[in-house]
């Protein structure tokens, strides 16, 4: 099979991430880019050499030479394009959340399931080395019986009222905002590790800024901070949470507890947990992605490097310099795509063939555990997550 044609919907923070990783795996070309930035779009296929600029998605969605979808727009659009990607025969990698809704989630997973196409979602966070590292030590029992699962992922960047995004807007981003967006990843994580879904919920959620100032004109994710816009502000009502505290309990009894947050000054993307087992404890800190703290009651704690000679032999192929150079953010959505293309190209089947990436199942679970937060904050009590 020659090289996967590939587009890439959407030029702002993720998308030229998703462009840069491609890039550096082997067996895809990507062929073209779109967005509603046509000058971003043309730089980004001037810079990487992208034969297509289209003028709107749909054209991408139809191009009979793409075979893989990459949809990296706000998460409204998600649900429209997947799903017009798959009716089009394409496969498709989506950006997280997967939609807005279970029953949006549901019908993506369905259409996906009858048309036989690969599907995927970036929760790359997976893909870090020590953290497939971390999963392969609880799969062989050395963790041994998982008591408690807890931890944080704490941003600044809507520290300020003055701080807007079109995160803040419900009928773009979803009704919840930190959950969905930072807290998805923090779920998605620990439960691939543990092999452990969470079942029930307890969530206190908190806004802060009960009112913010939109700038006249759009400001690009993360930019917020240091372009203050110059073209005026208009008050707004702030209808999602800026932080939440979540109480979990999983399939296999162990109980957790998880902070998102926001609002969290001098927090830039510090998305940290511990899972304490029976038999030790492990903790990671994504900011410092090359470390597994490993702790233990009976002898010194110890920090395990990411070191290919040292990680399990599964977690080895994610690691592809030697210790002491460190991998993290850009490496774990390349590895994670690595997956991907080496499943399409060598013509497996996600119905019947073992899938080694996050697909849309586990896009689904995890807006059902977005839609138990709210209700559970909404309703003041604990909440199933359900299926
Ligand atoms: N996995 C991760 O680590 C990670 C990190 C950041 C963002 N994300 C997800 O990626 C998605 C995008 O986030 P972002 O931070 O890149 O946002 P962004 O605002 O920086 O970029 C959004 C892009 O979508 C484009 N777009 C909007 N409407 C469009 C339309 N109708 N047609 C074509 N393009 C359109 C915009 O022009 C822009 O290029 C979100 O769903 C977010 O949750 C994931």
């Not at 990411?306 to 030697?322: C, G, I």
């Amino acid at each position: 099979m020659g090289k996967l044609k590939t587009a890439v919907i959407g030029t702002g923070f993720i998308g030229p991430a998703h462009i840069e990783a491609l890039k550096r795996i082997g067996n895809v070309e990507v062929h073209g880019v779109t967005s509603l930035d046509v000058n971003a779009a043309k730089a980004l296929a001037e810079r990487y050499s992208i034969p297509r600029v289209y003028e709107k998605w749909q054209d991408a969605v139809c191009d009979k030479e793409i075979d893989v979808i990459h949809n990296c727009t706000p998460n409204n659009l998600h649900f429209e394009i997947n799903k017009a990607a798959l009716k089009e025969g394409k496969h498709v990698i989506s950006e997280k959340p997967l939609t807005l809704t279970s029953t949006e989630s549901q019908e993506l997973l369905n259409l996906a399931e009858e048309k036989g196409l690969v599907n995927a979602v970036n929760f790359n966070y997976r893909f870090y080395p020590l953290m497939q590292h971390a999963k392969r030590m609880a799969e062989k029992g050395e963790l041994g019986d998982i008591y408690l699962v807890h931890g944080h992922y704490l941003q600044d960047w809507l520290y300020y009222e003055t701080d807007y995004n079109w995160r803040l807007e419900p009928g773009i981003s979803g009704e919840s905002r930190a959950v969905a967006d930072i807290g998805s990843h923090w779920c998605d994580l620990v439960q691939f590790i543990t092999g452990s879904r969470i079942k029930r919920v307890c969530a206190d959620l908190l806004t802060v800024h009960k009112k913010r100032k939109r700038p006249l004109e759009e400001v690009d994710t993360f930019k917020g901070k240091e372009e203050k816009t110059k073209g005026g502000f208009e008050d707004v009502e702030v209808k999602t949470e800026d932080a939440a505290s979540v109480l979990l309990q999983f399939e296999n009894g162990a109980r957790g507890v998880f902070t998102v947050s926001q609002i969290s000054a001098g927090r830039k993307n510090n998305f940290w947990f511990e899972i304490d087992g029976s038999k030790k404890a492990i903790s990671w800190d994504q900011e410092e992605p090359n470390e597994l703290w490993i702790g233990y009651r009976e002898k010194a704690n110890e920090v395990l490097i990411k070191d290919p000679s040292l990680l399990d032999e599964y977690a080895r192929r994610y690691a592809h310099y030697p210790g002491g150079h460190p991998e993290g953010y850009p490496d774990g959505a390349k590895n994670l795509f690595m997956n991907v293309y080496d499943f399409i190209s060598k013509g497996k089947d996600p119905r019947k063939d073992k899938t080694e990436f996050p697909t849309f199942k586990d896009g689904h679970q995890e807006i059902k555990i977005v839609e138990a937060i709210l209700k559970s904050s909404k309703e003041e009590k604990w909440v199933e997550v359900g299926s």
